[in-house]
């Protein structure tokens, strides 16, 4: 069952009492925040994150996140026009995905875009996307034939580079 919720997730009262009604159907939920996150500041991504660990049949997050490196380089690029609609770039956290460990989630895939497909377009010869990337699907678990770069005898993309952008799930718990 899919449903698409539209609501405002910076109201506490209004999204625990959406979470509330979702996870009182007892059904496994998948979230997915892709879009959404850095828009939002450090703290109210931590108490989302919060709520978000709390009900049971929360069992998987979808979200992308980007480093405060990459942060700078889009606001260079786009931050006029966030920021004249009210909306700028504000969460980029230089722990990376470790942001997310004291809030109840642990990192069960992390799919890098660097360049401008991504590893699951690269992978599947995709053509570069024309503006900022969509999420790649991190739920599909396809084997890929491509060899790892070093295997391949190429280097390997360094961390920071790897992971300035990126789609990430995780699972609740530590």
Avoid at 84 to 108: D, L
Avoid at 130 to 137: A, G, H, K, N
Avoid at 139 to 152: I, M, W
Wanted: hydrophobic share 45%; charged share 20%.
């Amino acid at each position: 069952m899919l449903e698409q919720v539209g609501a405002d997730l910076t109201d506490v009262a209004r999204r625990r009492a959406l979470f509330a009604q979702i996870s009182s159907a007892g059904h496994p939920v998948l979230v997915v925040t892709e879009g959404l996150l850095i828009y939002l500041t450090r703290e109210q991504v931590a108490a989302l994150a919060d709520d978000l660990a709390a009900p049971p049949s929360f069992r998987w997050w979808l979200l992308d996140i980007a480093s405060p490196r990459l942060l700078k380089m889009l606001e260079k690029t786009w931050g006029r026009a966030v920021a004249a609609g009210n909306a700028p770039f504000q969460f980029a956290p230089a722990e990376g995905t470790a942001f997310f460990a004291p809030h109840g989630w642990r990192e069960a895939e992390f799919r890098s875009r660097r360049g401008r497909t991504g590893e699951d377009g690269e992978r599947v010869g995709a053509a570069p996307s024309p503006s900022f990337p969509v999420l790649p699907r991190l739920a599909s678990r396809r084997p890929t034939s491509r060899p790892p770069a070093a295997a391949a005898g190429r280097p390997a993309p360094s961390g920071s580079c790897r992971r300035s952008s990126g789609s990430l799930c995780l699972l609740p718990g530590l």
